[in-house]
């Protein structure tokens, strides 16, 4: 079965550091998709990041970058010149196929502390 | 309004009534989803549609049904709430393998159902 998990359960940094959520997952097969969530208070789940574990090159959305270790089943995300807007749970996520269903970490909160 | 929708956003019920989440998309995707959010256990899939009329269960399917008549629709009913079926309910939705972005499932705002 596929797993995912996040051994961050809270963090804090200033505004306008960098920092980094470690994720990692369990699968047995070659090729998968992999995505970072942001839930902010509002609670909508709002894409931050995808990976098809294919592509070598990791992902990056502006201030959002992903490094992606297929070996070592890893995939953290690197936010860059946080703001206080990054203020969220962020929730890594995995899914085989287009259409699966999407297997989610229990989630990162992250606090960006003026 | 585009997009995905649910209804209501927030429900209070009590035990054994039958409470119906209702979910709309329209973007005419073909895969439709239910996930409830449980403190502790991130996002968990309750059912899923490929299409009118096809669903299937997924990880915690006891005490839901689902229907799919109209492609547009994916209602959620909890027939006899209970008060372990307080959470936050997701609807989602995706397009067709190989179209464009159809690696992505696009949530909606949520519903918050408290069961007394």
């Known amino acids: 079965a596929q797993t995912v998990t996040q051994s961050q359960p809270e963090m804090s940094v200033q505004e306008a550091e960098t920092v980094t959520l470690s994720c990692t997952y369990d699968t047995s097969e070659s090729n998968y998709y992999l995505f970072w969530y942001k839930q902010p208070p509002s609670r909508q789940m709002i894409l931050v990041i995808r990976?098809?574990?294919?592509?070598?090159q990791n992902a990056t959305e502006n201030r959002f970058s992903v490094n992606f270790q297929k070996a070592a089943k890893s995939f953290s995300l690197k936010i860059s010149d946080s703001q206080l807007g990054d203020t969220a749970m962020y929730f890594c996520?995995?899914?085989?196929?287009?259409?699966?269903?999407?297997?989610f970490g229990k989630g990162t909160r992250l606090h960006i502390l003026p | 309004d585009a997009g995905i929708t649910q209804s209501p956003r927030y429900k209070i019920t009590e035990t054994g009534r039958q409470v119906t989440l209702m979910c709309h998309q329209t973007w005419s995707h073909s895969y439709m989803f239910w996930y409830r959010q449980d403190l502790g256990h991130g996002l968990r899939l309750i059912y899923y549609s490929a299409a009118a009329d096809i669903t299937d269960k997924g990880e915690v399917p006891d005490g839901y049904v689902v229907s799919r008549s109209k492609t547009e629709n994916f209602p959620l009913t909890l027939e006899s709430a209970t008060r372990s079926q307080t959470s936050v309910y997701f609807c989602?939705?995706?397009?067709?393998?190989?179209?464009?972005?159809?690696?992505?499932?696009?949530f909606g705002p949520g519903t918050r159902l408290t069961v007394l």
């Open positions: 996520a995995f899914m085989i196929e287009v259409g699966d269903k999407i297997i």
């Open positions: 989602a939705s995706s397009e067709l393998p190989g179209l464009e972005s159809s690696d992505t499932q696009y």
């Open positions: 990976q098809e574990a294919y592509k070598q």
